[in-house]
């Protein structure tokens, strides 16, 4: 029998996501796991294994599945492992050999693992804004900032399977804020949904005076930023353009390291896109040597949200 | 006739340097061309065969030539042209054809172009430093700062030819010194002969009560600031700590990148190791992810500085 089908799966802290994936980016069947915070890695395997063999008999393509493509946090291509993930109880204290784990309870079906923002790119240049294009760098703007970044056709993976950490790139270099990893004046510090939120704390504390909408706001997040500068709130506009900028000026370091044809965008802040995409652009043309000025373009994801981690992790599985 | 040599044209402001080259990473031959004001690009390239069919000749290899493979400023590996290459009148203020031309001129011999930090890294990986190694980036520190990334053995090109401007990536945010690219901060003016010669000039003014060898130097240069270090000057050690701190923290962007095994250095300032390599390892370590602190290597070139241009280039032509 053919095997023309791919099953994609999202890892996360809070739930995992499961889709049966044809070979034109249709999702065929979906389900979702909701995170078990007290189970060891052989059980979260288990119970994956068995919510894809359920999957897949619900979309009739049992016998069918070519691969199965992982995406999670800390997931690295090369080991197939799962290791140190701080919001995966089950990961978060040592290595899990999880590709191979997750194989075995298939029946043998191939499994390839990589972390999410890598999955994100695969999914973007099989099925996305990205496809066709061999040179790019993917930005996903979430909880943190990760990023995948594919050159002449190819994922870069590095030496040790863990290139792209570009959320961690330093952004602001003198008294820079603390980030998340330990380091001072990360990307992610500021370009994050979190960052965002911070900003606007930041800012409604040393701008006491300033009239805005997010001053009546217990536990200011990025949406609410979000949602203040539609509504024509002039703080929460300037704290986009701030986001924009320092994200702008490492776009243009990014470029000048790979000179890609895009950098896409995705996640949960790029949906601000009309407050984010002008001062984006704007600093990263600022910032850029004049042979790359005007041609670098900054695109929007293009997978509908809900598909979206299912899509990028599948994708991975058609290389196998 | 085995086609086993090559012949690598290292193509520079002031002169041009040419070899023959065997598999090893001999060099069997090798002139020198001074560089001609006032000649044309047809003419740079008739003087250039001429100097490769004698010189082809004169190692008694004739018809055993592979390839040429040639490294200049503003070099295209894609399209085979020198564009707009300020220190070459004769590409200065246009495009040249040059890989044709010079193949066309060398009786259909194979030539393939790249500029000239690319190069530098392909003659690392074919016989130096980097050899065996499948991702690592070449910086190299002289006049300018240039470089060279290669990826899963790969060279990275990017989508247009020009990837691995590394020098040009900001060092420096805010009040960031003028570059020669017209950007303000970048990697290139702290970092290389130039901007170390800066350095000195600047802070013997800032400190005008600081006694130092180097204050009674008419135009200081790198050499000098090395030499005087050397001698036990405090402020030029002073300065290889600051230089070596910009440069080690752009390193960690770089390495957060692409997860390179090792950074390579090279170029007249990579000489100065004994003072540059302590403050350019700890700041690398301090910027980097736990994950990479202490497990990426700075390594300086392997090559004999006065082959190393010639085998950079030649390097490029095994691939014909």
């Known amino acids: 029998m053919a095997k023309d089908y791919v099953v994609g799966i999202d890892i996360g802290g809070q739930s995992s996501k499961l889709g049966v994936v044809d070979a034109r980016g249709e999702v065929l069947a979906q389900s979702v796991i909701k995170a078990n915070p007290s189970a060891d890695a052989a059980v979260i395997v288990k119970e994956l294994a068995q919510g894809v063999i359920k999957l897949v008999a619900q979309a009739g393509k049992h016998g069918e599945i070519r691969g199965i493509g992982v995406g999670a946090p800390n997931g690295n291509y090369y080991t197939g492992t799962i290791a140190f993930a701080p919001n995966l109880p089950w990961a978060a204290h040592g290595s899990v050999d ?10 043998g079906i191939p ?4 972390n999410d923002a890598n999955a994100a790119a695969m999914g973007e240049m099989a099925y996305g ?13 979430g909880t943190g900032v990760g990023s995948g970044i594919v050159i002449g056709g190819q994922m870069v993976y590095g030496s040790d399977g863990f290139a792209g950490e570009l959320g961690h790139t330093c952004a602001v270099r003198h008294n820079g804020r603390l980030c998340g990893c330990g380091k001072h004046g990360c990307l992610e510090a500021y370009c994050s949904a979190v960052g965002v939120a911070r900003t606007a704390r930041e800012w ?6 300033e009239p805005s909408l997010l001053r009546d706001i217990q536990n200011i997040t990025s949406k609410d ?5 539609k509504d024509g709130d002039k703080m929460a506009k300037r704290i986009f353009d701030y986001t924009g900028r320092i994200l702008g000026e490492k776009l243009a370091d990014f470029v000048e ?16 896109k009309e407050f984010l995409y002008e001062p984006t652009l704007k600093a990263m043309n600022e910032n850029l040597l004049p042979l790359w000025k005007g041609k670098v373009k900054i695109l929007f994801s293009q997978l509908k949200e809900s598909d979206a981690a299912i899509l990028g992790a599948s994708a991975l599985a058609w290389e196998l």
Chains 1, 2 share one sequence.
């Open 129 to 141: 804004a990205a496809k066709g294009m061999k040179d790019f760098i993917m930005i996903t703007l």
């Open 225 to 229: 930023v979000y949602q203040a500068a």
């Open 257 to 272: 390291f790979s000179a890609p044809e895009a950098i896409v965008l995705f996640g949960g802040l790029a949906r601000a």
């Open 111 to 114: 499994v390839a693992l990589t």
């Open 204 to 209: 409604l504390d040393m701008n006491p005076d």
């Open 98 to 107: 999880f590709a191979k784990m997750l194989s075995q309870e298939c029946g």
